[in-house]
């Protein structure tokens, strides 16, 4: 059987957050490379990780030499990059979904979303471990950039508003900028000690952030988003077991009701978690294995 080896440059693996859950969860541990000798690609299937602007001579440089090339296109959140690049790929996976561009005819049968996944170092988590919703601290937390003046829909701004309706039912830790707030042995800690974890759209209405809940075994919130209720994408084996609001005005009436319940009826929340964190590992397995099947028939 051909190796698997994933392509990439100093600027993508250091700027990504999520290169465990790339290496690991998707691709089976398949090892990373900072270069490529292309007169010994021999039955290699290279996966190509790019977070800036995709390189097209690397691309013809590895189809010329006889290889299949899987393009995996982190980092176009706002669906503005130049993707003309992928007509000349064998198939693509990508971040951050669109219809438009999932649907594009051009691309038709050579394209997957995948998710985003946790930062490294938040997880790999094991379920069996993760702390039961009964014996979390907080109701709810948000560690992280609120003044994002360029967020979805203003969805951070919207979020601030509310917050401040939360009370003590809201643990907030803002930060300076994107991935530029709280090491990860802190943003982790308090996570996993909240039940809740609200996840307000940054640049674009998929964040790291929910990933980042889910492996910690906290419930995100969220705001309807398509990549929520596609079956293209996170709704691929059923509706998302989490909340969804209709606006984060709702937040903190949400919460008040949720004190109550974890105070009056603790295993309606604990069952709520355990559902959530079942869920996202079969979402894994999901994923893992429908990527796995569309490399294999790539396979020289």
Not at 192 to 206: L, M, Q, V, W
Request: with cysteine.
């Amino acid at each position: 059987m051909s190796k698997l080896q994933i392509l990439s440059n100093p600027d993508s693996l250091n700027g990504a957050l999520e290169t465990w859950f790339i290496q690991n969860n998707l691709f089976n541990g398949a090892p990373y490379a900072l270069g490529i000798d292309l007169a010994n690609t021999k039955n290699t299937l290279v996966i190509y990780l790019e977070l800036g602007e995709i390189n097209l001579d690397l691309i013809r440089a590895i189809k010329s030499s006889g290889n299949n090339i899987i393009l995996y296109h982190m980092g176009d959140e706002l669906a503005n990059k130049n993707i003309e690049a992928y007509l000349e790929c064998d198939f693509i996976i990508r971040n951050y979904y669109f219809s438009r561009i999932q649907n594009d005819p051009r691309f038709a049968g050579k394209i997957s979303w995948a998710p985003n996944g946790y930062r490294t170092g938040v997880g790999p988590r094991a379920a069996l471990h993760l702390k039961n919703a009964t014996d979390r601290g907080c109701i709810a937390s948000f560690l992280g950039w609120l003044d994002n003046s360029n967020s979805y829909q203003n969805e951070r701004n919207s979020f601030v508003e509310s917050a401040k309706g939360c009370g003590e039912n809201l643990f907030v830790l803002a930060s300076n900028g994107f991935s530029a707030g709280y090491n990860v042995g802190l943003y982790s800690a308090v996570m996993e000690d909240s039940i809740f974890a609200p996840c307000p759209a940054g640049n674009s209405p998929e964040t790291i952030r929910l990933y980042d809940a889910l492996e910690l075994g906290c419930i995100p919130i969220s705001l309807p988003h398509a990549f929520l209720t596609s079956d293209n994408a996170l709704a691929a084996i059923g509706p998302v077991p989490f909340p969804i609001l209709a606006g984060w005005n709702e937040l903190p009436a949400f919460l008040d009701r949720m004190k109550s319940v974890a105070i009056s009826n603790p295993d309606e929340i604990a069952t709520l978690q355990a559902k959530t964190i079942h869920w996202w590992g079969a979402y894994k397995e999901f994923i893992r294995n429908k990527i796995s099947t569309r490399l294999n028939l790539l396979r020289p």
